[in-house]
């Protein structure tokens, strides 16, 4: 399998469903430009009626994807960074996450918004957060947080022809790592981590963007004699816990690395 870059697994994905789809359309801040490597050539391959720059307001992002898709369009919103989900709050809490529930179903929406978030990139304290718990709270959301670029693109391929809302969010610290990724179309279930390595005597659970932190505390552990289970979550919302709950009834001890807030 060849090997590529986390962003550029985004962006194949990106190129793939939009030409396989006609109804998916792509709108959010500076999506019309190649500044972001996962955007690139997007504008030029389908037009403005399908890739469109909005203003500078995300409550108007929200708002535009939760109508966008009740309307009929497979919608991916662009949000950037992962900060400024916060001024979108009230579209995507009080609509997005509640409007199929509210209509019986009657109504899905799919839509994927895309954005970065954690640190390693000196993004400053207003483009570095992890607000993953806040969404995984509302309920009616899924919530995905890939560590590989092969489940970068398999997931958000998954995402976006998905009929419900979906966060996918892209840690900032693993835009630069290359990974082998599948040539063939392809998709990764939500809702199924992956043992990434068995062991006897505490499980790892590794969240996004701590994947290669956590695999590296297994190599010290077992340095040490102590023999580790490694799981990268994948998903939050659908959360995996079959495969946590049998990894922890192995081992009797759970340590989870993630970059959100501990409270």
């Not at 932190?213 to 077992?222: I, S």
Request: glycine share 10%; aromatic share 6%.
């Amino acid at each position: 399998m060849p090997k590529k870059r986390y962003s550029h697994a985004i962006n194949e994905a990106l190129h793939e469903e939009m030409a396989r789809d006609p109804k998916i359309i792509l709108f959010g801040e500076d999506v019309e430009f190649d500044f972001f490597p996962e955007l690139s050539g997007l504008s030029a391959a389908f037009g403005r009626d399908r890739v469109r720059d909005t203003p500078i307001c995300e409550a108007t992002i929200a708002g535009m994807a939760v109508g966008a898709a009740a309307g009929g369009y497979r919608v991916i919103a662009f949000m950037m960074f992962a900060n400024f989900i916060y001024t979108g709050f009230d579209a995507i809490a009080n609509q997005m996450a509640k409007l199929r529930l509210m209509t019986g179903g009657q109504i899905n929406l799919p839509i994927t918004v895309l954005a970065f978030y954690g640190g390693g990139a000196s993004s400053a304290a207003q483009h570095s957060d992890s607000p993953h718990p806040l969404l995984m709270n509302l309920g009616g959301i899924e919530v995905l947080v890939p560590a590989t670029p092969a489940d970068a693109k398999g997931l958000l391929k998954s995402a976006i022809r998905s009929d419900r809302p979906t966060f996918f969010f892209e840690a900032l610290g693993l835009m630069a790592t290359s990974g082998e990724v599948p040539g063939a179309d392809y998709t990764v279930p939500l809702g199924r981590a992956e043992i990434v390595q068995s062991g006897t005597d505490v499980t790892l659970l590794s969240i996004g963007s701590t994947l290669c932190a956590t695999q590296n505390a297994a190599q010290t552990l077992a340095s040490e004699g102590v023999s580790a289970e490694v799981i990268d979550v994948r998903s939050l919302v659908p959360l995996d816990e079959e495969t946590i709950l049998r990894s922890i009834a192995k081992t009797g001890r759970l340590v989870a690395a993630d970059e959100a807030r501990a409270r």
